[in-house]
T-cell receptor, first 113, second 111 residues
């Protein structure tokens, strides 16, 4: 199974809501990533987890809170988002941190109203 | 962190070979070169990775000259379904690697 799954596919939330994005992989990968991608722009790295510990936080605002409950799961908790946070949120995994092949999920399309 | 530069867009026709070049002048000794393909509203998909000379797989070839300051992704006999954005990334296998996607090259394949 070389698939990374993400739920939900689409999410619309108000600025006062709290929601979570979920990512799952069963490839035994020990590195997992969150990216944000705006329309017609490249993916931007947000967070990297290595062996379930946060290893890289690319100066992401605290209204985004990542969590890695176990080696297969990665969550992104959202709170008090702004309309400019509307984007495609991509999850990826790889065998380890470093320039290894990353497997990406299909993404969650987030709209903040 | 090695910065990459690619053409913003390219056009081709079905059946032609397409070569997309990426410039990475300050590539480090331990850096690898990796290419991804992305269709609209989908996650990027790994195409190929190399360190030096030439690498070939079932979908593409990657040519890297001796000075490694650039690399060329070669797609043989493209089809309409190859219309996508192609990204070149450079980085090492160490834990400090921060995957950084540049602007990418938007390839449009015409009938």
């Amino acid at each position: 199974d070389t698939e990374v799954t993400q739920t939900p596919k689409h999410l619309v939330m108000g600025m006062t809501n709290k929601k979570s994005l979920k990512c799952e992989q069963h490839m035994g990968h020990r590195a997992m990533y969150w990216y944000k991608q705006k329309a017609k722009k490249p993916p931007e790295l947000m967070f990297v987890y290595s062996y379930e510990k946060l290893s890289i936080n690319e100066s992401v605002p605290s209204r985004f809170s990542p969590e890695c409950p176990n080696s297969s799961l990665l969550n992104l908790h959202l709170h008090a988002l702004q309309p400019e946070d509307s984007a495609l949120y991509l999850c990826a995994s790889s065998v380890g941190t470093g320039a290894y092949e990353q497997y990406f999920g299909p993404g969650t399309r987030l709209t903040v109203t | 962190l090695a910065k990459t530069t690619q053409p913003i867009s390219m056009d081709s026709y079905e059946g032609q070979e397409v070569n997309i070049t990426c410039s990475h002048n300050n590539i480090a000794t331990n850096d690898y070169i990796t290419w991804y393909q992305q269709f609209p509203s989908q996650g990027p998909r790994f195409i190929i990775q190399g360190y030096k000379t030439k690498v070939t797989n079932e979908v593409a070839s990657l040519f890297i000259p001796a000075d490694r300051k650039s690399s060329t992704l070669s797609l043989p006999r493209v089809s309409l379904s190859d219309t996508a954005v192609y990204y070149c990334l450079v980085g090492d296998a160490g834990g400090s690697y921060i995957p950084t996607f540049g602007r990418g090259t938007s390839l449009i394949v015409h009938p």
